[in-house]
């Protein structure tokens, strides 16, 4: 009795302590949080108070434990303290299953390695599968349920879509963990009286109550939020909004050469030059050779020799361009399948 109304203590301190800094938060950041990560947020500080109340109110029921007895105590002197300790006049069927089974010391092993429920309350485990079996769904379901909490938690618009397999990965290696230590470790019960066995089934689950109290709050709260998706569309828009800039100075800078004499005969004296440096590489004999051992041979078609790769390229780029690039639903480039009509 003194040990529970120690515990309940304990869960109420830890209570206020997770209460407190949790709802002050809360009030701190509500209006500049998301509604999804608001409510996440609320749901993991449910999931905080029933797990940490199960960690310190309702520790894994442990006869051995609980009466502070060694594990190689006679069944007898078990039945007559826990008789002492009971208000009513017999004991609970599975208790009474219990320590028959007890009689056995390979199944205080498995009680040791798969916890009082396995061999209190299977009524059809006879076998080391059976318990094994028995024990083991139920960890496989509450890691199952685990999984799908840190699901929610980093669900898409949490900002936490990245850490889904971390979370999961970690998950998934305290289970196997739990499963390997469950089902290799070497149980002895030893013959002295006041020596202590280690339990691994409550531990364990101790543990993995652990894992699960901390590892959702790790993910919504410590971990750096996944990189989002607006700055990279900001940019774009960005970068669209410089380009229609530039299309608007260009339409304007060639009306303006068009109009002004002086821009016109730079703009002429410009283009004659780039026309004449054009004209001296393609007549130059190396570099026309150079270019077709490159595969990017820019002669015109010939009697007996076909055009360049690069020039048919180029007049394709330039097709494709005017095609793509109408101003309005009544021009288009000419085609030469069109007959016109004088």
Not at 84 to 111: C, H, V, W
Not at 275 to 298: C, I, P, S, Y
Request: proline share 6%; net charge positive.
């Amino acid at each position: 009795m003194v040990q529970a109304g120690a515990s309940l203590l304990l869960f109420l301190v830890t209570l206020l302590a997770i209460l407190l800094p949790s709802l002050h938060f809360l009030r701190l950041t509500w209006s500049s949080t998301p509604r999804l990560r608001r409510g996440i947020s609320c749901f993991l500080l449910l999931h905080s108070i029933f797990l940490a109340y199960s960690l310190i109110v309702l520790p894994p029921p442990n006869v051995f434990t609980a009466l502070n007895v060694p594990l190689s105590m006679p069944t007898d002197s078990i039945r007559s303290l826990l008789l002492k300790n009971s208000d009513e006049p017999e004991l609970p069927r599975a208790i009474e299953q219990l320590l028959r089974r007890m009689g056995s010391f390979e199944t205080r092993t498995l009680y040791v390695r798969f916890g009082h429920d396995a061999v209190a309350t299977c009524e059809y485990c006879h076998s080391y599968g059976d318990f094994a079996f028995f024990a083991f769904s139920t960890s496989i379901l509450s890691y199952i349920r685990e999984i799908a909490i840190v699901g929610l938690v980093t669900i898409r618009g949490t900002y936490r879509e990245q850490h889904r397999t971390l979370g999961i990965g970690a998950l998934i290696c305290v289970a196997v963990m739990e499963g390997y230590f469950k089902t290799t470790r070497i149980i002895q019960i030893p013959n002295e009286t006041d020596a202590s066995v280690f339990m691994w089934h409550d531990n364990l689950l101790l543990l993995r109550r652990a894992v699960f109290l901390l590892l959702p709050l790790i993910i919504h709260l410590a971990l750096k939020p996944s990189p989002s998706s607006h700055p990279t569309q900001t940019r774009a828009a960005t970068t669209l909004q410089g380009l229609i800039s530039k299309l608007h100075l260009l339409k304007y800078t060639r009306g303006a050469i068009a109009r002004t004499p002086s821009l016109q005969a730079a703009s002429q004296e410009w283009w004659s030059r780039e026309h004449d440096e054009g004209e001296w590489v393609r007549n130059d004999r190396a570099t026309q050779d150079m270019a077709g051992k490159l595969g990017l041979g820019f002669n015109e078609a010939e009697e007996g020799k076909e055009e360049g790769k690069l020039r048919t390229s180029a007049k394709a780029a330039v097709k494709g361009l005017m095609s793509s690039f109408v101003p309005s639903d009544y021009w288009a480039p000419p085609s030469t399948s069109t007959n016109r009509v004088p």
